[in-house]
C-alpha cells in the first residue's frame, strides 16, 4: 500500500510481522523476520521515516532509510543500493550505517564491516534471486555446475544493474500516481 516490495529468492523465509499505515499522515512502520536466503527491498513511503523499516536478521536488525537494499544471510552480506542510509544494529549491540549507495555490510566475520560492493556480490545477488539452483556466492550454475565465464558474468552484473533500476523506476512511478489519485 506505502509502495514498499520484498523480492525473495527461492528456498528463503521472510515473514511480515507488522505492516501499518496511514496513507493520510505517510506514518506507520513495516517489521519483517528474514531468517533465511537472499532478498531484495525496495521501500516506499514508509522507509522515508525514521524507523519506518526494520528487517530483523539472525546476525541482527537492518533499518533502511529511503532506499533499497539486498543480502543474503547464508553470506552475511546486505548491499545498499540507493538510498539516505542502512544501519545494522547487531544482536551484541554494536550498530554499523552505510550512508553511500555501492557499499556492504559484510557481517561474515562477526562483525558489521563496511565495505565496497563488489561485481561478485551483485552477480550472486541475482543468480539467487532468479535461480533456484544456484549456490550463492559460488560462481556456478547449480551445485554442480561450470564456473560463469566472465563474460556472462559481466551481462549478469549489467543485467542486475538494469533491474534495479528498473525496480526503483517502477516504485517512483507508481508512487507518482498513487500522489496524483490522493490528490
Request: proline share 4%; charged share 15%.
Amino acid at each position: 500500500v506505502d509502495g514498499s516490495t520484498f523480492t525473495v529468492g527461492p528456498n528463503s523465509n521472510l515473514t511480515i510481522d507488522r505492516f501499518v499505515y496511514d496513507p493520510r499522515k505517510k506514518t506507520g512502520q513495516i517489521v519483517a523476520t528474514f531468517s533465511k536466503g537472499t532478498m531484495r527491498f525496495i521501500g516506499g513511503k514508509l522507509s522515508k521515516n525514521d524507523g519506518g523499516v526494520t528487517v530483523k536478521t539472525p546476525s541482527g536488525a537492518l533499518a533502511i532509510r529511503g532506499g533499497m537494499f539486498q543480502g543474503s544471510t547464508s553470506r552475511g552480506v546486505y548491499s545498499f543500493l540507493f538510498g539516505d542510509s542502512l544501519t545494522f544494529r547487531g544482536n551484541n549491540g554494536q550498530t554499523q550505517t552505510v550512508y553511500e549507495t555501492g557499499y556492504s555490510l559484510d557481517l561474515s566475520r562477526g562483525s558489521a564491516n563496511v565495505r565496497p560492493t563488489t561485481p561478485e556480490d551483485t552477480n550472486a545477488f541475482m543468480q539467487a534471486l532468479t535461480n533456484s539452483g544456484t549456490n550463492f556466492g559460488s560462481g556456478t550454475t547449480g551445485p554442480s555446475g561450470p564456473a560463469n565465464p566472465d563474460g556472462v558474468q559481466q551481462a549478469n552484473i549489467e543485467n542486475a544493474a538494469d533491474q534495479q533500476v528498473s525496480d526503483a523506476n517502477f516504485v517512483m512511478i507508481q508512487t507518482s500516481i498513487q500522489e496524483q489519485l490522493a490528490h
